[in-house]
């Protein structure tokens, strides 16, 4: 069956390899639906088509967001070509974004994202918070491969930018209330208002619920559910047509119940005589979204997150345009993860985050209104992280056959300054031809100070209760990039792009010993790109091709220890290496096409190779059985695929009964560092239906549709700490859920 479907997704997609590009807005009425509508970017700080633009990205604006069924950032899983965007393990908050095989391996705060997040031009530095609701979004970008000589900081994979509503352009507004399965109650609206010519201001708000789809088989009581508030204001001055000052403030309140998982290997106490203890063996079956948990139903996941913006648009001359972007960010999160995903204290967590940041950007924009544009940037961003965790594992270690009890508790504080200067210059410098150059200095601080206690019944465990060390380093790195692009005709261009990538290094935030005391070095990679941008001559035909090769030095890759034979007293070890370089080679496909007046078809492919070049790990001279711990790189599936179909009706009374569908398709992807076998999802494929009904003048849409139609159970993600246990937990994607959504615009 799965064979059958990912055949006729090739075969369809294949058949389109002439035509066109990401995920499209609606088709127009049938009267104005003569061609595909233009995508406009920012991929190079200024609003460009997509086609002209030499760079892999894919735009979704906000109705092309609705038919993707997405209400959160997750929901573009599948929409992109090589990229990986789920919920993180175990936490209703943060995001796992992998894009060409890079992003962050690890949630933990020590480590930098792979994958740049913005909001309006702001960049978010913790996937924690970052799991963004999609309430007032104008347009979503999701830009491929290294970033930085453009604007914000430095990011590896890629970057995700968000564009919010603006109050002068978006004037108006909606109200939408939305019911579906397992108790999902969400209420959104958006309002926007220009006062006069020079003042505008705009309110969003989102109130979104939902009981949980995993439920305690003892208790009854739902996990995974969704409790989020969420508001943003704007307010945007315009005192002349050469200025804009626009000010903005949001506030995002979460109270969720526990993220459940399900373990995928038997759960083993250690006791100090006898050895290893079975506590529970691995489930069978097929998961029937049924967990335990050890804590109580009152310990879930809080978070609030709120900030403040000021971005400043202030053209100077004919010549030359000044940015100046502004923001300061909060985070405040108390997660309690339940890492074994049992009755049983294993691994189960406290982490409670107080982080914040200051972030300043001056743009200097130069056009001669001819043949040379230029972008001078600076960048600074300061960021404070202190957090307390506790580690609680009183069902992990005996003496005996007498229960001991476990108690670690962890206070830490990481400070990071960032500072950066970035240029990039493109020259037409013949007719059709287009050379761009750009290059970015980087320095980070980072400043780490822990400390660690352990509390137990043992004494031989609390002997030496209490570590505490401070430590500082800092890297800087330069980071060119060159493209060449080549225009063949109005609806024909080619490019080719080299670009560095750079990460910063970090310190082991898992240290409990001054053995694990330890500093890992920055990740860099070269990301070569060819491109084909193409479309037809009367616009109802767009496709875009590109293939790439990186070469990926310095992963940084967090793994479990190995327990000597005849050592059961655990370590609590997890160290962190820059294990490995590799070799992602990849190419990707967009299309779509308008088919008479009122059909779009279009549709994503992506197949990608990724491999270590070596992987040095110094647990396999312990045990070489582990070299096949590294046979796959973590969410790097060889192939995505995804078909999209929607066709319009037109009713003699000016209404419109639109309805669609997709099918998704992903290879086979390992969901951990260590391939654990039992954490490597197999291929699978999804298939989601909707409608939506508009009235005349669309003041009134009605939207219904499924999710997963045919109720697919598939891992998402991975928790290995199988050092502590054997604990190997995976987590799920949603199984089959229909939602009802009543619109009104004015």
């Known amino acids: 069956m799965k064979r059958n479907h990912l055949s006729r997704a090739i075969a369809l997609s294949l058949s389109l390899a002439s035509l066109g590009v990401a995920a499209q807005e609606a088709p127009r009425p049938a009267d104005e639906a003569t061609m595909l509508d233009e995508v406009e970017v920012t991929a190079r700080r200024r609003t460009e088509s997509l086609q002209d633009v030499p760079v892999a990205v894919s735009a979704f604006g906000e109705n092309a967001l609705r038919d993707l069924q997405a209400t959160s950032v997750e929901g573009l899983q599948g929409a992109v070509p090589n990229m990986n965007i789920v919920q993180g393990r175990g936490s209703s908050n943060s995001v796992n974004v992998f894009i060409r095989g890079i992003g962050q391996p690890d949630a933990l705060q020590t480590f930098d994202p792979g994958v740049g997040m913005y909001v309006d031009d702001v960049y978010y530095s913790r996937i924690n918070g970052a799991l963004f609701t999609l309430f007032d979004v104008a347009q979503v970008e999701v830009l491929r491969g290294p970033q930085g000589t453009l604007y914000g900081r430095n990011s590896t994979g890629g970057a995700i930018k968000l564009t919010t509503k603006n109050p002068f352009d978006d004037a108006g507004g909606a109200v939408e209330a939305t019911v579906g399965e397992f108790g999902r109650r969400d209420g959104r609206a958006y309002f926007g208002q220009a006062f006069s010519d020079t003042v505008a201001f705009s309110l969003a708000a989102a109130s979104t619920h939902m009981d949980g789809y995993v439920e305690d088989p003892v208790t009854g009581i739902d996990y995974n559910g969704e409790d989020t508030n969420a508001i943003r204001a704007k307010l945007m001055f315009r005192p002349s047509d050469d200025l804009s000052v626009t000010f903005s403030v949001d506030w995002t309140d979460q109270d969720n119940a526990l993220t459940l998982g399900r373990p995928t290997a038997p759960l083993y106490a250690t006791d100090f005589l006898f050895g290893q203890v079975l506590l529970m063996p691995a489930p069978t079956g097929v998961y029937d979204f049924r967990s335990r948990t050890s804590f109580a139903p009152d310990q879930g996941q809080e978070m609030t997150h709120k900030g403040f913006s000021a971005h400043v648009d202030w053209t100077l001359s004919d010549t030359w345009r000044f940015k100046s972007i502004s923001a300061w960010r909060s985070l405040e999160t108390a997660s309690f993860i339940d890492i074994d995903g049992s009755q049983f204290q294993l691994g189960d967590v406290l982490v409670a985050i107080d982080q914040d940041q200051f972030s300043q950007e001056f743009q200097f924009q130069y056009d001669n209104g001819d043949d040379l544009q230029a972008v001078f940037g600076l960048y600074y961003l300061r960021e404070n992280v202190p957090s307390h965790q506790e580690a609680y594992a009183d069902d992990f270690l005996r003496w005996g056959g007498v229960p001991l009890t476990f108690l670690r508790t962890i206070d830490d504080d990481l400070e990071n300054t960032s500072l950066a200067a970035f240029a990039h210059m493109s020259w037409e410098f013949a007719p059709s031809w287009n050379l761009s150059a750009g290059l970015r200095w980087s320095r980070d601080q980072k400043d780490y100070w822990r400390t660690t206690s352990t509390f137990s019944n043992l004494a031989l465990l609390a002997a030496d209760p209490q570590l505490e060390f401070e430590i500082d380093d800092s ?243 991975g928790q290995e700490f199988s050092s502590i246990g054997n604990i190997q937990t995976a987590y799920y994607g949603m199984p089959r859920n229909w939602y009802l959504s009543v619109r009104y615009n004015f």
Not at 531 to 544: F, Y
Not at 697 to 713: A, F, I, K, T, Y
């Open 475 to 717: 890297w800087s790195a330069w980071t060119p990039s060159l493209s060449l692009e080549k225009h063949f005709s109005d609806e024909v261009m080619a490019y080719f792009s080299a670009n560095r990538g750079y990460k910063a290094g970090g310190f082991n935030g898992r240290a409990n010993s001054a053995t694990e005391i330890s500093t890992f070095d920055p990740e860099y990679v070269w990301t070569y790109e060819l491109g084909l941008k193409m479309q037809s001559a009367d616009g109802r035909l767009r496709g875009n091709i590109a293939a790439f090769h990186s070469a990926y030095r310095d992963f940084q890759a967090r793994v479990s220890e190995v327990q000597n034979p005849g050592a059961p007293i655990p370590t609590f070890a997890f160290p962190v290496l820059n294990a490995a370089e590799l070799t992602i080679n990849g190419i990707e496909f967009e299309g779509s096409a308008l088919l008479g007046e009122s059909t779009l078809l279009s549709t994503q492919l992506g197949w990608m190779s990724a491999g270590y070049d070596r992987f040095d790990d110094p647990r396999v001279a312990v045990d070489p059985t582990l070299a096949s711990l590294h046979d796959h790189v973590p969410f790097s599936p060889d192939f995505t695929a995804r078909i999209a179909l929607q066709h319009g009706f037109d009713f003699a009374n000016g209404s419109r009964l639109t309805v669609g569908g997709d099918v998704s398709h992903r290879s086979a992807v390992s969901l951990t560092v260590d391939n654990r076998p039992n954490l490597r999802q197999s291929a699978y494929t999804l298939f989601g239906l909707w409608g939506a009904w508009s009235s005349p003048e669309q003041r009134w849409e009605v939207r219904g549709g499924v999710r997963n139609l045919s109720d697919e159970v598939y891992m998402t993600e």
